[in-house]
């Protein structure tokens, strides 16, 4: 399988960004590493997708940005989750969750549904 | 992360920049795939190249972040912007609290101020601005007759002079292309008498007659039931009756059935007689007296049936609905054509009934409109003395505030925001005193829609609508800006060394500041004169006509409507003849009376009027022949008070088989025979038989107080039977109230059905009449003396502030021997000066608004020097009480103790 080819459900790029940030700021191509690297190579997250969401959710208040150092010490953009973003991110984690384990449940079917009882 | 050292903390010191942003957190990312591809071992021109490749496009993210970025950048701002907005409330709120006098006696200054604006506003809105409450009432027009006579013929015609009869009115009707419909109402509405009985006692009700289309022209629906049928319009249709909202109310408990029912209706002359069917209830939005005659309340309408009015003179007044397109003046110029070419085929009109089209809404305000500009105008003074006051408040507080605002500005806030914070502050002041005033307004609002004394049009129908909320949101911001923004700009304007030095070097923004206020202080000493000039000017006028000879007495009379036998042939005018002195003679016999008569119409009420004309002499063609009549019994004269110059009173003699005589008044004795004896006189005035005239009356005021006499002829009503109703005048020095009850009854056992009439005072009548004028005058004057108050509040702040600020001085002077008194004249004489210059002012400009009110004064000339004395006098007067208390506190200072306490 092609793994540039897996594409980001909706909303599901927000939620990984968010999720990325639970260790501590980090700045936008730290994001991407982070989530390729915990995909084992599988989630590959655009540069073009990945700074509007990073934008949406700062102007939405689930983010704060601040001027920082990087590592090779060059000037970055240092994203870190808010208190709402927190929730935001616990919210969205239960919801996808849910739906994963019920995508999980009809996809691994291994026979009809049985008839339902009619009381 | 590691935090940024701390000169890139400051980079963004110029305010934020999202594109550099966007354009930095890109590059970053860039750079950083750049080397991470190199350190897999990429050339670093080829490691560029893959990096730039697997980005895409960067111009097209650049722009998107950059919008993004604004965007958040202006909601950040705006989120701040509130941030310190709200600080400034609650800033403003600790400082009103710690200051609460203060903080009240701008809210009431305010409250009065707007409050009275709003009041004014909603009067005005009423009358001059809002429509007609009629659909499209744009389209609505009022017929003038009488346009071919000149000015002073036109006045003397009275009522008559600007109806039509039947016939002109349907001609109009039927050959006209302007109108969609023309209709007509009988303006004589009191011809008729309308008694309700059978339900309580007999009362009589205020009925009008209507044409069929009257409702449905004017776009008026009955709420219940229906309009007029045709048939109901006819000679001999069934009596048919609509009741207005109140009598529908009040007569019959909002009855929803009360369709079909019949009451008993008696009328009298002739018409309607016994059972009368409501068809229909009007909505209670209607309300003709407010439209078309003033102060009057109707209970319910009546067909006019035309075959009955056809025979009749000028009686009808004509409103038609335009087309849509036409405007007024082409109606106008069809209406000139029309009339003269009417006139051609019926040579037995009276003559051409060339008219004035007026829209209906000028025809109702057009009259009050300056009277209302200049309420209004006078308001708004009102209102800038209350800005320029609080101005003066603010600025005297921000002597003992300069400090704060020092220190603030010391520690960083810039002049913007201090001035912001002052706007806020007078903001929020100016809008509580709006609510208040808001308040103020309703209660004043209220109490004028429940005058039914003045009659003025619409006034009923006053209230506090939308319009005038929006009009009160716009003076308290305006209102508040206006006295917050000076006081503002000096505030922030001072320069914060010599504040926070303090010590004596700070006299001089106080004495800059002192400079200001003289101004401002000045100016409202200017603008109060303006209003009490007006006001006495108003007032003046307003005495004048009450002190005009009326041709009348009217104190120690009262009148009632009385019920009159009907008479259409000489033995009923006979037997009427002998009701009626049996009447006057009774009650003339009650305790304390002493002189009764009847008239049918009363002077500064409805008038018509018929012809006269003396025998024997040559008349030009086309003279004015007009005389108002006034069909009298014996005695009416006495009763009235009215001086008669020559000749005799009528008698009960004078019956119809006797010769027929006449009386006049002067004006028609002038007309007639100038420079002869009239008595004795033979002239035309009720029929084709010549009557003689056996006594000229004083003039009297029939139709204005402010209006000459027009001829007159008095009738008897022994001798002819066309009666308009008939009044019974009461004189006696008993209070009315008392009397009433005896004569009542006195009637009542002439006439069991005669309805409990209220019993007026004559003076209700030139009270009536006066009320617009005492209405307008009034509210000057109590504006004006508003203004007066304002303004001595202004001058105390202002002398007393400058006592303060100069103890020292003062406290000097008086150690180097300046005696108490001299303190005292020093200060009272500063309080003249700026009394006399703002008095010098404002002289000069109300002697320009003077001649703008000249035409509502009467008999008062606009350099009045009374009024002007007057309101000299009282303005020092207030300078000086107002600067009495601070002179006397200067008179009073301990030099020791001033000198020590710096």
Redesign the interface.
């Known amino acids: 399988m092609d793994t540039a080819k897996l594409e980001f459900l909706r909303g599901t790029l927000d939620v990984l960004i968010l999720k990325a940030m639970v260790w501590g700021p980090l700045h936008g191509y730290a994001i991407t590493n982070l989530i390729r690297r915990q995909s084992d190579d599988a989630l590959l997250v655009e540069e073009g997708t990945l700074y509007p969401a990073l934008w949406r959710l700062e102007s939405k208040g689930l983010l704060e940005a601040e001027w920082g150092l990087s590592e090779n010490n060059r000037k970055a953009k240092f994203y870190r989750l808010t208190a709402k973003g927190r929730r935001q991110l616990r919210e969205e984690v239960k919801i996808w969750e849910a739906y994963a384990a019920a995508v999980a449940k009809v996809l691994g079917a291994t026979q009809p549904p049985l008839p339902e009882e009619i009381s | 992360?590691?935090?940024?050292?701390l000169w890139?903390r400051y980079d963004?010191l110029t305010g934020s920049d999202p594109a550099t942003?966007v354009k930095?957190?890109?590059h970053?990312?860039l750079?950083?795939?750049v080397?991470d591809l190199i350190a897999k071992g990429w050339r670093l021109e080829d490691a560029r190249k893959e990096a730039e490749r697997?980005?895409?496009?960067v111009a097209?993210?650049q722009q998107?972040?950059e919008r993004?970025?604004e965007?958040?950048e202006r909601?950040r701002k705006f989120r701040e912007y509130c941030a310190e907005w709200l600080q400034d409330v609650r800033y403003t709120l600790r400082t009103l609290r710690n200051n609460p006098g203060f903080a009240a006696i701008a809210i009431l200054v305010l409250a009065l101020g707007v409050g009275l604006n709003t009041a004014v506003f909603s009067v005005v809105n009423t009358m001059l601005l809002r429509p007609l409450p009629f659909p499209q009432s744009q389209q609505l027009v009022w017929f003038t007759g009488g346009k071919s006579f000149d000015a002073k013929t036109r006045a003397a015609g009275g009522l008559s002079g600007e109806t039509y009869t039947v016939d002109v009115y349907r001609e109009f009707q039927r050959n006209n292309h302007s109108f969609q419909s023309v209709t007509a109402f009988q303006t004589f509405y009191n011809s008729l008498q309308y008694k309700l009985t059978g339900v309580g006692e007999p009362r009589e009700l205020d009925a009008v007659e209507v044409a069929g289309n009257f409702f449905p022209t004017l776009g008026v629906t009955p709420i219940l039931g229906r309009n007029f049928s045709e048939e109901e319009m006819l000679k001999g249709g069934r009596p048919a009756a609509l009741l207005t909202y109140s009598l529908w109310k009040t007569q019959f408990g909002s009855d929803p059935n009360v369709i079909g029912k019949t009451i008993d209706i008696n009328t009298s002359p002739a018409a309607v007689n016994g059972a009368v069917t409501i068809v229909g209830v009007l909505p209670a939005s209607f309300d003709f007296g407010a439209v078309f005659a003033p102060g009057k309340k109707v209970d319910l309408f009546v067909p006019a049936v035309m075959d009955f009015w056809k025979t009749w003179g000028n009686t009808l007044g004509v409103v038609g609905r335009l087309k849509a397109g036409v405007t007024v003046a082409q109606a106008q110029e069809e209406a000139d054509r029309l009339f003269p070419n009417l006139k051609l085929q019926h040579k037995d009109w009276f003559y051409d009934y060339a008219s004035d089209l007026t829209a209906l809404k000028e025809h109702v305000a057009g009259k009050l409109q300056r009277s209302l500009v200049v309420l209004w105008s006078a308001v708004g003074l009102i209102l800038l003395i209350v800005c320029v006051n609080l101005s003066n408040l603010q600025l005297s507080r921000a002597a003992t505030r300069s400090k704060e605002f020092a220190v603030r500005r010391a520690l960083g806030a810039s002049r913007g925001r201090i001035i912001r914070q002052l706007l806020t502050e007078s903001l929020i002041l100016s809008f509580s005193g709006s609510v208040v005033g808001l308040i103020i307004a309703w209660a004043v609002v209220y109490y004028l829609s429940h005058q039914s004394s003045i009659s003025l049009p619409l006034l009923n129908s006053i209230h506090l609508d939308t319009v005038a909320l929006c009009w009160t949101f716009i003076t308290a911001i305006s209102v508040g800006i206006l006295f917050g923004l000076a006081p503002a700009l000096r505030i922030s304007g001072t320069n914060i060394q010599i504040v926070i030095k303090d010590s004596a070097a700070g006299m001089a923004t106080g004495r800059s500041h002192e400079r200001f206020r003289s101004i401002l202080v000045v100016s409202e000493i200017a603008l109060a004169c303006l209003l009490l000039v007006g006001a006495g000017l108003l007032l003046r006028s307003f005495l004048r006509v009450l002190d005009v000879d009326l041709g009348f007495n009217p104190s120690q009379a009262a009148t009632m409507q009385t019920d009159l036998p009907p008479a259409t042939n000489k033995d009923q005018l006979i037997q009427r003849a002998n009701f009626l002195k049996s009447e006057i003679d009774r009650v003339g016999a009650l305790p304390g009376v002493e002189s009764v008569g009847i008239s049918d119409m009363l002077p500064l009420d409805r008038n018509r009027e018929w012809g006269l004309e003396s025998v024997g002499r040559y008349h030009a063609k086309g003279a004015d022949e007009g005389a108002l009549v006034y069909l009298v019994t014996p005695g009416y004269l006495q009763a009235m008070g009215m001086h008669l110059i020559a000749g005799r009173d009528f008698s009960w003699q004078d019956t119809p088989d006797n010769q027929p005589v006449l009386i006049i008044n002067q004006a028609a004795a002038r007309r007639e025979w100038p420079g002869e004896d009239p008595i004795g006189k033979l002239a035309y005035a009720t029929g084709k038989v010549p009557v003689h005239v056996i006594g000229v009356v004083a003039d009297v005021r029939e139709s204005a107080l402010e209006q000459n006499s027009s001829p007159e002829i008095y009738v008897p009503m022994t001798q002819v039977a066309d009666v308009e109703g008939a009044t019974l005048v009461v004189r006696s020095h008993m209070n009315p109230d008392n009397l009433a009850k005896s004569v009542v009854v006195t009637l009542r056992s002439l006439n069991p059905s005669q309805p409990a009439n209220p019993f007026r005072p004559l003076q209700s009548l030139v009270d009536r009449s006066v009320s617009p004028r005492r209405f307008f005058a009034l509210l000057v004057s109590i504006f004006a003396t508003l203004g007066a108050l304002l303004a001595a509040l202004g001058i105390y702040g202002v002398i007393s502030y400058s006592v303060t600020q100069k103890a020292q001085e003062i406290g000097v002077r008086m150690a180097l021997g300046a005696s108490s008194g001299r303190v005292q004249r020093d200060v009272l004489g500063r309080t003249l000066r700026l009394a006399i210059t703002g008095m010098a002012l404002g002289t000069m400009a109300a002697s320009g608004a003077a001649r703008l009110i000249a035409s509502l004064l009467f008999a008062t000339s606009p350099w009045d020097p009374i009024a002007y004395a007057a309101m000299a006098t009282s303005l020092i007067a207030i300078a000086l009480m107002s600067g009495y208390l601070p002179a006397r506190r200067a008179s009073r200072i301990q030099p020791m103790a001033a000198l020590r306490s710096n």
Do not use: V
């Open positions: 992360m590691t935090p940024a050292p890139r963004r942003d930095d957190e890109l970053f990312h750079e950083s795939k080397d697997q980005f895409g496009n097209a993210l998107a972040g993004m970025g965007s958040m909601r």
